[in-house]
Nanobody, 119 residues
């Protein structure tokens, strides 16, 4: 019942910045925590950042100090500001939302947006 659509991906040079956005629609009242995952070519999907409904944030060590996750509950969006990007950040980035519906917790996933960091 919740749809997530990512935007903002693209090609940037090492050291550059990108801001990803994720818009949620549908049964948005069920959304609790939200986050970002990423999957690099030939590698497993990994967690990058998360944010609670109240705004508490956590980050993977690989992005800590460079990425900032934020959310706007009024507009049902979550963003990921990425600074000092590195080639190893190249991946498809996925937005997630934890959903509490009738006492059951589920996770919704977006379709992903490509981030390429290259000279």
């Amino acid at each position: 019942q919740v749809q997530l659509v990512e935007s903002g991906g693209g090609l940037v040079q090492p050291g550059g910045s990108l801001r990803l956005s994720c818009a949620a629609s549908g049964s948005i009242f069920s959304i609790r925590a939200m986050g970002w995952y990423r999957q690099a070519p030939g590698k497993q999907r990994g967690w990058a950042a998360s944010i609670t409904r109240g705004g508490a944030t956590t980050y993977a060590d690989s992005v800590k100090g460079r990425f900032t996750i934020s959310r706007d509950n009024a507009n049902n969006t979550v963003s990921l500001q990425m600074n000092n990007l590195k080639p190893e950040d190249t991946a498809v980035f996925y937005c997630t939302a934890d959903l509490l519906d009738n006492g059951i917790m589920r996770t919704a996933w977006g379709q992903g947006t490509q981030v390429t960091v290259s000279s």
